[in-house]
């Protein structure tokens, strides 16, 4: 894919895999619109340190992707970059720990909204844009839970499949149109989505993959990277990252 004005669209990015995926992609000179779910200083941190660091061209917007309302005006955003869009990343997502018999119907319809609902109402936003430019790429950010499924983590791993299974069609759909579709499915990632982990359940699960380490918020982006920007024959699949773990 050969860019000339490069943008791209960064949910979740005030920190973790999302705040590193903004740095890579500042690196190679994209312009960016990066989304957090609540204002934050990280996000404005954060650009203020790609423009001095990169001199990137950089916007921010704060909502919940989950929200119809709100992915329409985010994508109103990408008039202030030149009215086009290169890569859409979608990385926003939570997580929720317990037994499933405990979980109330809030808890699920809001880990729905946030990890799946989002990445509907952002590529359904994104594929016009793409169709008409004859050209896209869109990374989902999906875990190993979504093919394994996690004990204590039912709501998170069905959104996970469901981000999966999603990929795997969106990708057949768009691919006659050159509009490539990739997830990248990551084990343990060293964020703060972990940071519930003790001490001890961080050294136990250390030592369960084999790479004998957590993988890095920058390992994730670079994978992003290179999905979003690379491999013009690679679409509909789920690239794992994790440490050979699963």
């Not at 390992?219 to 794992?240: F, K, N, P, R």
């Amino acid at each position: 894919m050969e860019y000339t004005a490069k943008t791209i669209l960064i949910t979740g990015a005030a920190r973790g895999i999302g705040r590193a995926c903004a740095v890579r992609f500042a690196q190679e000179g994209f312009r960016l619109l990066l989304n957090t779910r609540t204002s934050t200083p990280q996000l404005a941190a954060l650009q203020e340190e790609l423009s001095s660091r990169f001199g990137a061209v950089c916007r921010i917007s704060t909502g919940d992707v989950g929200e119809e309302r709100y992915v329409a005006e985010l994508f109103r955003e990408l008039d202030s970059l030149g009215g086009h869009l290169d890569v859409l990343v979608n990385n926003a997502g939570i997580s929720l720990v317990g037994l499933l018999q405990d979980m109330s119907m809030e808890e699920w319809n809001r880990i729905v909204s946030s990890n799946l609902s989002s990445v509907f109402l952002c590529c359904r936003s994104a594929v016009p844009l793409f169709l008409r430019q004859g050209h896209g790429s869109i990374v989902n950010v999906s875990s190993v839970w979504g093919s394994e499924g996690a004990s204590c983590e039912t709501a998170y791993s069905a959104t996970k499949g469901g981000i999966n299974a999603f990929t795997k069609a969106l990708g057949k759909e768009l691919a006659p149109s050159g509009i490539r579709v990739n997830a990248a499915a990551f084990g343990a990632i060293d964020t703060e989505m972990n940071s519930h982990l003790t001490a001890e359940d961080r050294r136990a699960l250390e030592e369960e993959i084999p790479a004998g380490r957590y993988g890095t918020a920058e390992e994730a982006a670079e994978l992003i990277y290179d999905l979003a920007v690379h491999h013009s024959y690679l679409t509909g699949q789920i690239v794992t990252m994790d440490g050979g773990w699963t």
